[in-house]
């Protein structure tokens, strides 16, 4: 259960790096460390024949730690006997000749216990057997597994960012073998349909404008869909960004809450700071306000002063981590994979938690 916890906290940790983790290295040095940047712990990745560094989500500190405060004296015996185990992080109990010592962890009877898939048949406990409502929520036997959370992580990190580079990086492998094992074929091609039908509404819309049958012709049901719709590219796409954009602003500028007043203002342009600093801010605020799932009267509630909302941020954020990737200038597209490295660390995000909650 702490391990597919700890794994949900830090995807690119494997099942077997986090079982087989240990506390210190040969030397006594521990892995568990402290900086300027906050707490990191270092796992070792079998596959990649590497070590692997990561800054800690302020949770999986507090597990790490609380394992090896809990396990210190059971650790000291163990070594005081030479015993190779007392270097493990997780030091569990299991018989041995019929007597109960520590044993080395066993990645097969963990995800046994998380899957349930050989458990139940087996009268073997499970997950599900120790906390019910996961079975009254439809996670049944063999719902769970290491590799499914690894693989939700995955897909979650590009539906938030929209980048297979942040993915990578997330779970720690190429961008190749995301390609091919971790984000679904399905689920790509299905986005890429739906990029194209936003943009052949889009098109639809300016043209048939002021026709009535504009509502047929588009993917729609009703005419609250499709008001949603137009406010949302009205505010991704600036009335200057494109002769396309700027029929969109001419034909439904109403929408965007325009009057006759706004028409002196249709030269203005967006000024944003391109660096590290402020795409960081903006990015991880972005990542904080979709982690904690906010309520859309409060992601539309407007400043009285500047009239600007937390949804204007969201979508400036968006606009940017699609714009700065393919952007001429190579120092903007460093700056945007700066503050994505910035962002996927838990911690950067927590500092927005404390301003938002």
Not at 32 to 42: C, F, R, T, W
Not at 109 to 130: C, M, P, R, Y
Not at 137 to 163: H, P, Q
């Amino acid at each position: 259960m702490i391990t597919a916890l700890l794994i949900m906290l830090h995807p690119s940790w494997t099942p077997v790096s986090v079982m087989m983790a240990k506390v210190t290295n040969r030397h006594g040095k521990l892995y568990l460390d402290m900086s300027d940047a906050g707490y990191s712990y270092e796992v070792e990745k079998p596959r990649a024949k590497a070590m692997k560094l990561e800054s800690l989500d302020p949770l999986a500190y507090e597990i790490i730690s609380m394992l090896i405060r809990e396990t210190s004296i059971l650790r000291n015996d163990l070594a005081k006997t030479g015993d190779s185990k007392a270097s493990l992080l997780f030091l569990p109990y299991g018989k041995v000749f019929g007597k109960s010592k520590v044993v080395a962890p066993i990645l097969s009877a963990a995800s046994g216990f998380l899957s349930g898939k050989n458990g139940i048949k087996n009268n073997f406990l499970w997950i599900g057997s120790v906390y019910p409502h996961l079975i009254k929520s439809g996670l049944s036997a063999g719902t769970i597994s290491f590799k499914k959370i690894r693989n939700t992580e995955g897909v979650l990190e590009w539906f938030r960012t929209k980048s297979l580079r942040a993915v990578s990086r997330k779970l720690g492998n190429s961008e190749k073998v995301v390609l091919q094992h971790y984000i679904p074929r399905a689920l790509l091609d299905a986005w890429n349909t739906r990029m194209i039908r936003r943009f052949q509404n889009l098109w639809l819309s300016v043209a048939a404008a002021n026709e009535e049958f504009l509502l047929d012709v588009t993917d729609f049901a009703s005419l609250a869909d499709l008001h949603a719709f137009l406010r949302d590219v009205l505010q991704m796409h600036g009335p200057t960004g494109s002769p396309l954009s700027e029929l969109l602003h001419q034909r439904f500028n109403s929408l965007a809450g325009g009057n006759s007043e706004s028409k002196a203002n249709e030269e203005a342009h967006l000024h944003v700071a391109i660096s590290k600093g402020a795409l960081s801010a903006l990015y991880s605020y972005q990542a904080t306000v979709i982690d904690l799932g906010l309520p859309e009267d409060i992601l539309d509630k407007q400043d009285i002063l500047t009239g600007l909302s937390p949804r204007h941020f969201l979508v400036l954020a968006d606009l940017l981590q699609s714009r700065l990737p393919v952007d001429k200038n190579p120092d903007y597209a460093a700056c945007h994979d700066a503050a994505l490295r910035f962002v996927a660390n838990p911690a950067n995000r927590a500092k927005w938690v404390g301003l938002l909650v």
